[in-house]
């Protein structure tokens, strides 16, 4: 074919793909789905350049940059549909400026758009599409080049229904008679058609009146569990702590929050709410409830810096001096738990310092003497690292996560353990997680909620005080 003959492009099938760094961090495997589906994909130089230095940090998002190094290997002379482009074209990029990434890329970008339309040589794809989860590069993109599709990463993307789901179930002229279970619970029989469409492991407030009053402490509290509805203690507690609603009417979720921290059925929890409904508190609460069942407790929380990037490094002190600021929300929790304790004159003596050493080691200098501390705080990459068997392992402020990085931690648990996500999926502190729909915790949120093992429960009441109960309504 002669490079000057036109070609009609709305009957070819297959597209190029030009994705750039964000996709290949947020979905390793991003380019072996763009191959499966026939088409072409060039790589541009510097998002290779950009992945190595991800890697080579020691970053919560390292693994991801190296995983993506190793498939960009096996497949640079592998498979013939995928090229690594080091062209630029600069030409009335009068902004461009080499020391930007971004514009590097945009630079490539627009070299492989007219290496297809004018210079047609690549006749067998229909359009160039340029996939990317930065919003800015997406309109930079469109502005100057608008023949090309410019598009967000779409692949497993959280369906819209978690954001806007059922935090529970109401039921009226509830009438059905409670038995008693051998495991010492009341429950009945579940029967969709009579009770509504109810999640497993959902709850349902129930009353026998024809109207529904939230705020009825008669109300009967039951949840999901196969073909029973079970009745929630309206006693139930983790350890010194007890549902908490600071005024406004009955905190229901925390029931719920409790019931199901304490249930050793659910292996994997996602506590879901703003600041201040007691997340953090209620998962360490429950913690210290059940230390017994399990040989140690490990909390974790994305270390987030200001500035976008890794800086372990410059912080004084070893690991786990550096990761201080990071971890004291958790202390502050196990604090606020031993000053009730102390109040309610707990018989058992225990202490903070009896459970912890130093930020999670036996390096102990708080005046603890615990060598082998029943609580760790770790870095999230030992989490993912190593398998955990007969473990509770608490991760804080889990918004921060990518999809592959929450995968990767769910499936390092091992028997007999417990993972418990705490986060605000509106609060979003990791740039390149743009929204409230482009996260780990969301992500899986929507793919395992529905299952025996996983509990999901939205707090909606912020119980710190009233000023945070406002700014989270209103800011």
């Known amino acids: 074919m002669n490079s000057k003959e036109k070609i009609n492009y709305d009957q070819l099938l297959t597209n190029i793909i030009v994705p750039d760094t964000s996709v290949l961090i947020r979905d390793p495997k991003s380019l072996l789905r763009f191959l499966k589906e026939d088409n072409l994909v060039l790589l541009p130089l510097h998002v290779l350049i950009e992945i190595d230095n991800i890697k080579d ?81 997406r309109i930079l993109a469109r502005q100057i080049l608008p023949e090309v599709i410019v598009e967000q990463y779409k692949f497993d993307k959280p369906v819209k229904e978690v954001k806007s789901a059922k935090p529970f179930v109401k039921i009226t002229y509830f009438n059905d008679e409670l038995v008693d279970s051998k495991q010492g619970f009341k429950y009945c029989k579940y029967d969709e ?47 010194v702590l007890t549902p908490y609603s600071n005024g406004g009417g009955i905190n229901w979720m ?76 958790i202390k502050q929790a196990f604090n606020f738990l031993s000053d009730i304790r102390r109040k309610s004159n707990k018989k058992d003596n225990l202490r903070y310092e009896d459970l912890f050493g130093e930020n999670g080691s ?19 990459n030992y989490i993912r690292g190593t398998t955990h068997h007969n473990k509770i392992l608490i991760v804080d402020e889990a918004q921060n996560l990518s999809p592959h990085q929450i995968k990767t931690i769910i499936t ?50 912020a119980v710190r005080s009233k000023l945070s109960e406002l700014a989270g309504e209103l800011l």
């Open 362 to 380: 036996s390096n102990n200098k708080t005046g603890g003497n615990c060598e082998n501390p029943k609580f760790q705080i770790v870095p999230l």
């Open 412 to 461: 390092r648990m091992g028997e007999n353990s417990k993972i418990i996500f705490t986060g605000d999926p509106f609060q979003i502190d990791v740039p390149k997680l743009k929204d409230e729909s482009d996260n780990g915790m969301m992500y899986a949120i929507s793919k395992l909620k529905n299952h025996p093992m996983i509990g999901v429960v939205h707090l909606e009441k």
């Open 254 to 329: 925390q029931y719920l929050a409790f019931h199901h921290l304490l249930d050793p059925e659910i292996k994997a929890l996602f506590l879901v709410g703003t600041a201040g409904t007691g997340k953090t508190l209620m998962s360490i609460a429950a913690a210290v409830h059940m230390r017994h069942d399990y040989n140690s407790i490990l909390c974790s929380r994305p270390a987030v810096f200001m500035s976008n990037k890794d800086e372990y490094g410059f912080l004084p002190g070893d690991l786990n001096e550096k990761m201080s600021p990071w971890v004291e929300p």
């Open 57 to 137: 940090r020691k970053a919560d998002n390292s693994p991801e940059a190296r995983e993506v190094s190793a498939i960009i290997e096996k497949y640079q002379y592998e498979h013939e549909k995928f090229q690594i482009v080091s062209n630029l074209s600069r030409k009335n990029l009068n902004f461009y400026d080499g020391q930007k990434g971004d514009h590097v890329i945009l630079a490539t970008l627009k070299y492989i758009y007219n290496a297809m339309y004018k210079k047609n040589l690549y006749r067998k794809y229909a359009k160039v599409k340029f996939i990317s989860q930065d919003r800015n590069l």
């Open 193 to 239: 058609k009579k009770h509504g469409k109810i999640l497993e492991n959902q709850l349902a407030i129930c009353t026998k009146n024809s109207y529904f009053d939230k705020n009825d402490i008669t109300n009967i509290l039951l949840v999901r569990k196969g073909e029973i509805l079970k009745e929630i203690d309206k006693s139930i507690k983790a350890d």
